[in-house]
Structures are given as structure tokens and as C-alpha cells.
């Protein structure tokens, strides 16, 4: 490395250590900039492909007032994925860009959205496990060393927050109802569980970017500390719901002073990373044929601006 | 004023606003740019969120003990009272943006009307709901606009669609029975000068778009008298009422 390019990434790291922001203009070391890419893309499409499994029911909704109030959150979720392709943007690369490496299998999504949504619990269950696993480690996210995905996440937080709780009533509901009912929970918090624990990625031992990005402070908790913050968390509000959490291993450890939890099946977590869950292939092929689909739209907008563009300036020449 | 009538007119506008809401949710997550799923998404909740309103009204009007949930989710097609073209598919972006056009410029003229409404719980509803039917016709005017005059790709697919819908535009001015005796009461306008308004509203709009009005067109009407539904309101029915009659008289 030649000497600038040192004294700027010593600076670069100094700045991080004091828990100052980077800023899109700032000098950052590519890496950093790659990373961060990386990260908030991920995570924009995690918001837009998310909208697919909750968007699967908000046709068969049963009641008005549930409709309503799932729209509302799936809307939510289609504006956090625009403010995180703006937060991406200002790392110099734009959102076509970023659609395309998502089309092409090149960009990776949260593997939950791989998981079908077969009944209506399900969107109680993704409400409460997967907003509630995604608050983890956004709310860490807030402290994040980059400043547009840091305030992003200010924003999107508190909606996160208002979708986990809504999630948890819809099973509320469900859990003071009918057997039917709770039956209905019980099946798919056990479809739903291990997907959520599997959010935070790979263990620490297996993770590759960690250590990265905690010396960076894009992360500031490792993935096991987050799953552990989660699994604390959420058992005592199963509990309080009367389900029980698909885990013989799981049992409250006084010493700790967290849960004991099994061992999560790995096997299945990089299948699914790899494409081979069971919804991969339909979700990205409804996430293209949107795309294409949408493609006349796109250029018809074009290309009326243009027009009209073109017109205002003819007629202000007109008048000139 | 008969009963049965202005339960008859309130479920004909809640049914209007459900059916299009809940035509437009379909796009939820696969809309042609992320801006115009959440801005599709936002009309469908305006919609449901009319719907409800009203259909409470209706409810409560009919006196049975019918809640908005039980009129949504129990009744067959036979009973539904929505306007044929807001059950139309979708089809493509420029289906979907006609018919909300067509639907919002008749919709925005009623409830203009409706603000001053003989009944005072259809007068404030519509005061609430007329804000947000004012945005919905401004967007579907402008997206009119923008594809109408757009690419030659675009200009082709609006005026197909408006060749496909435009049949069914004339059930919204229809004056009925039920029409006739809401004017009587003064709960609701003359649909003879909302049909004036409407036409020239639409003929600015089409003009602007560079699109051309279908002449002569067969008007197809029965679905806000219940007469004869298309054969896709029983699919829509079948998705929305799904839950509640697999899993009947439970709290959701
Ligand atoms: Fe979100
Ligand atoms: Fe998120
Ligand atoms: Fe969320």
C-alpha cells in the first residue's frame, strides 16, 4: 500500500474507532464501500422479496380490518427496500444495477422469504418471528458506522416494531380462539422457528465476514449474539401464548443466564443459501416477471418526461 | 325513504370500494416499478378502508346486526351490489390504470355530490373519503396520460384496454330504481348531471392521453342491481372469503 492510501486508511479507521459517521463523500477504503454494498443492497431486496409470502394473503385476509392492517405493513416493507436502495445509491451504484444482480442470483436475499406462507398464522408468525429477528439486528443497525444506512434504520425500526407487535396479536387472536385456531399457530411457529433462528446467518466459527465487519462497525453484535438476544426474547412471549417452540433442547440456563437452544441444521441453512429452498426459484421468477413485465411501463414514463420536456422548452423558445 | 333502498344504494358503494381494493391488493408486491406498488397499494387501502365505512353504514341501516365483515364475507354473488367493471381483471398495468380512471372520474363526481348528501352519516363519510377518491383520480389521469402519450408500446396497450373496458363505464351514470328514489330523498345527486360531468371529464382526459374513446359501444350492465355479475366476482369472492367459510363464525 502506498503511503497516502495508508495515512487515509489509518484515518479512515480512527474516525471509526471514535464512533464517527462515514459519509457518502468521504474517502472510504473500497472494501468498505464493497461490503456495505453488499450489506444494504441484501437487505433492500430481502424487504422487496419479503413482500411476496405476506402479499400471498392479503387476498384471503379475514377481515377487512386485517386486510387493511396487513397492506399497511407490506407497504411499510416496499418503502424500507426504497430507502435502502437510496442508501445504497449514494455508494455510487443505482438501484437498475442492483435489480439486475438480484435477477441474475448474483445479490443474495434473506433465505426466509424462501419458506412458503400456507395459512393465515403465517402472517402472525412472520410478523412476530421474522420483523421480530430482522429488529434484532437492525436496531444494532441504527449504531451503524455509515451514515445513510444508519438513518435509514432509525426510520425503518419503529415500523418493525409495529409489524412484530401486530404479528404477535394476529396469533394472540388465534391462540384465545377456537382449537382450530391454535392449532393453526402451533403448525406454523413450527414451520417458522428454525427459518427465523437461521436469519442471523452462519455461526460465528462459520462466518466469513464478521470479523470485517465488526472492526468496521458496519456490525456490532456477531450473529450468534444476536440469535441469542432473539431466542431470550422470544420464548417467554410463546409461552404467553400457550404454543409451544419446536426445540427439545430448549431449556432456560440459570447460570448463563439465557436459553439453551439446539443445534440448528446447517445442512438445510446453505441449502437454502445455495437456491435449493423451497420457494427460491418462484420467488426470484415472480421478482423477474414484475421486472419485465413492468418494462414498458418504466419506458413509457421515459419517455413521456422526455416529451413534455421537450415541449416546455419549445414553447418557452416560443415565447423567447 | 324506503329502507331496503338506501341499504340497497350503500352496499352498491361499498361493494364498489371493496371490489376495486381488493382488485388492486392483487398487484401487492408485483407491481411494474416499486413507487407504483406502493402507490396502487395505497388506493387499495383507501378502498378497503371506504369499504368498511360503509359497510358498517349499511349494516347498521339495515338493522339486522350485520357487521361490515359479515356483509363482505358471507354474501354470494347473487348479493353483491359493486359495478361490473371494478370486478374486471387486472390484465396488464394498462388495464389495471384504465379501469381505476374510468372508475375514479364517475367516483370522484358521486362523492363530490354525496358531500352534501340528505343523510348526515353518508355526508361525513364522503367528506373523509372524497379527499382521498380526489388523489385517486389524479393519478390514474396521469398515468392515463403518461402511457397514452408515452411509447408507441404503451399508446397500444391503453387504447386496448380502453377498448376492453369502456363497455362497462356505462352501468356507473345507469339511473335504476334504487338511483331514482335516493334522488327523491336527496341522499344522492342526479346521475344525469353526474353522466355530463363524467363524459366530459373522461373525453379531457382521453384527448390528452391521445387515445381515442370506442364509438358505439354496447354499454353491459346487471352488477349494481344484482342482476347478472361476470363470471369473475365468484372468484374474487372464493379468495377473499376464504378463511371465513373454511373456518366459519370464528374471531380473526
Ligand atoms: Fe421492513
Ligand atoms: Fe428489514
Ligand atoms: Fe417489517
Known amino acids: 500500500m502506498d503511503p497516502k492510501q495508508k495515512a487515509l486508511a489509518e484515518q479512515f479507521q480512527a474516525r471509526i474507532d471514535a464512533d464517527e459517521k462515514i459519509e457518502p463523500k468521504d474517502w472510504m477504503p473500497?472494501?468498505?464501500?464493497?461490503?456495505?454494498?453488499?450489506?444494504?443492497?441484501?437487505?433492500?431486496?430481502?424487504?422487496?422479496?419479503?413482500?411476496?409470502?405476506?402479499g400471498n394473503w392479503v387476498t384471503r385476509a379475514p377481515s377487512l380490518r386485517r386486510k387493511v392492517a396487513l397492506l399497511a405493513k407490506i407497504q411499510d416493507e416496499a418503502g424500507h427496500g426504497l430507502y435502502l436502495y437510496g442508501a445504497a445509491e449514494t455508494l455510487g451504484i443505482d438501484r437498475e444495477e442492483l435489480l439486475e444482480e438480484l435477477h441474475t442470483g448474483k445479490a443474495k436475499y434473506s433465505s426466509i422469504f424462501n419458506y412458503p406462507s400456507l395459512s393465515w398464522a403465517d402472517m402472525g408468525a412472520i410478523g412476530w418471528l421474522v420483523d421480530g429477528a430482522a429488529i434484532m439486528n437492525q436496531v444494532m443497525l441504527t449504531r451503524t458506522s455509515y451514515g445513510p444506512?444508519?438513518?435509514?434504520?432509525?426510520?425503518?425500526?419503529?415500523?418493525?416494531?409495529?409489524?412484530?407487535r401486530q404479528g404477535y396479536e394476529i396469533l394472540l387472536t388465534l391462540c384465545r380462539g377456537?382449537?382450530?385456531?391454535?392449532?393453526?399457530?402451533?403448525?406454523?411457529?413450527?414451520?417458522?422457528?428454525?427459518?427465523?433462528?437461521?436469519m442471523f446467518g452462519p455461526s460465528d466459527e462459520?462466518?466469513?465476514?464478521?470479523?470485517?465487519?465488526m472492526d468496521w462497525r458496519i456490525k456490532r453484535k456477531t450473529n450468534d449474539e444476536l440469535r441469542q438476544q432473539f431466542v431470550d426474547a422470544t420464548v417467554p412471549q410463546a409461552d404467553f401464548l400457550g404454543l409451544t417452540v419446536p426445540d427439545p433442547d430448549l431449556k432456560w440456563n440459570e447460570a448463563r443466564g439465557h436459553y439453551d437452544f439446539g443445534e440448528i441444521d446447517w445442512a438445510e441453512f446453505w441449502n437454502v443459501v445455495k437456491?435449493?429452498?423451497?420457494?427460491?426459484?418462484?420467488?426470484m421468477q415472480a421478482r423477474i416477471k414484475a421486472h419485465e413485465e413492468g418494462a414498458w411501463v418504466r419506458e413509457a414514463a421515459m419517455a413521456y418526461a422526455e416529451k413534455r420536456q421537450k415541449r416546455q422548452e419549445e414553447r418557452k423558445a416560443a415565447v423567447a | 325513504m324506503p329502507h331496503s333502498a338506501f341499504f340497497e344504494y350503500l352496499l352498491r358503494l361499498g361493494d364498489n370500494a371493496l371490489i376495486l381494493g381488493h382488485r388492486l391488493s392483487e398487484w401487492c408486491g408485483h407491481g411494474p416499478i416499486l413507487e407504483q406498488d406502493i402507490a396502487m397499494t395505497?388506493?387499495?387501502?383507501?378502498?378497503?378502508?371506504?369499504?368498511?365505512?360503509?359497510?358498517?353504514?349499511?349494516?347498521?341501516?339495515?338493522g339486522k346486526g350485520r357487521t361490515e365483515d359479515q356483509l363482505a364475507y358471507l354474501r354470494d354473488v347473487g348479493d353483491?351490489?359493486?359495478?361490473?367493471?371494478?370486478?374486471?381483471?387486472?390484465g396488464d398495468f394498462a388495464h389495471t390504470i384504465t379501469r381505476q380512471f374510468l372508475f375514479d372520474a364517475f367516483n370522484y363526481f358521486q362523492f363530490e355530490a354525496l358531500k352534501q348528501s340528505s343523510d348526515e352519516h353518508l355526508r361525513a363519510i364522503a367528506a373523509k373519503s372524497f379527499k382521498e377518491i380526489a388523489y385517486h383520480l389524479r393519478y390514474s389521469s396521469e398515468w392515463m396520460i403518461r402511457l397514452g402519450d408515452g411509447t408507441e408500446e404503451s399508446h397500444q396497450r391503453m387504447q386496448a384496454a380502453l377498448e376492453d373496458l369502456w363497455m362497462f363505464s356505462g352501468e356507473l351514470t345507469e339511473v335504476t330504481e334504487v338511483d331514482e328514489l335516493m334522488l327523491e330523498t336527496g341522499v344522492a345527486p342526479d346521475l344525469r348531471s353526474i353522466k355530463k360531468l363524467y363524459d366530459e371529464k373522461v373525453a379531457a382526459i382521453v384527448q390528452?392521453?391521445?387515445?381515442?374513446?370506442?364509438?358505439?359501444?354496447?354499454?353491459?350492465?346487471?352488477?349494481?342491481?344484482?342482476?347478472?355479475?361476470?363470471?369473475?366476482?365468484?372468484?374474487?369472492?372464493?379468495?377473499?372469503?376464504?378463511?371465513?367459510?373454511a373456518y366459519p363464525g370464528m374471531e380473526w
Open chain 2, 80 to 90: 353483491y351490489r359493486n359495478v361490473l367493471l371494478v370486478e374486471q381483471p387486472n
Open chain 1, 178 to 198: 377456537t382449537e382450530a385456531q391454535k392449532q393453526m399457530a402451533q403448525d406454523s411457529l413450527n414451520r417458522w422457528w428454525w427459518p427465523s433462528l437461521m
Open chain 1, 149 to 164: 444506512y444508519a438513518r435509514a434504520m432509525v426510520r425503518i425500526c419503529k415500523e418493525e416494531s409495529f409489524h412484530q
Open chain 1, 275 to 283: 437456491g435449493n429452498g423451497p420457494c427460491n426459484r418462484q420467488r
Open chain 1, 30 to 54: 473500497d472494501a468498505y464501500r464493497k461490503t456495505l454494498i453488499r450489506q444494504i443492497s441484501q437487505h433492500a431486496h430481502s424487504e422487496v422479496v419479503g413482500m411476496l409470502p405476506e
Open chain 2, 208 to 245: 390528452e392521453a391521445t387515445l381515442v374513446l370506442p364509438a358505439d359501444t354496447w354499454m353491459q350492465s346487471g352488477g349494481k342491481t344484482g342482476q347478472m355479475h361476470s363470471e369473475h366476482l365468484g372468484f374474487i369472492l372464493a379468495e377473499l372469503q376464504f378463511v371465513q367459510r
Open chain 1, 206 to 213: 462459520a462466518s466469513t465476514h464478521t470479523q470485517q465487519s
Open chain 2, 42 to 62: 395505497n388506493i387499495a387501502l383507501d378502498q378497503v378502508g371506504q369499504a368498511r365505512s360503509l359497510l358498517q353504514y349499511a349494516g347498521q341501516v339495515e
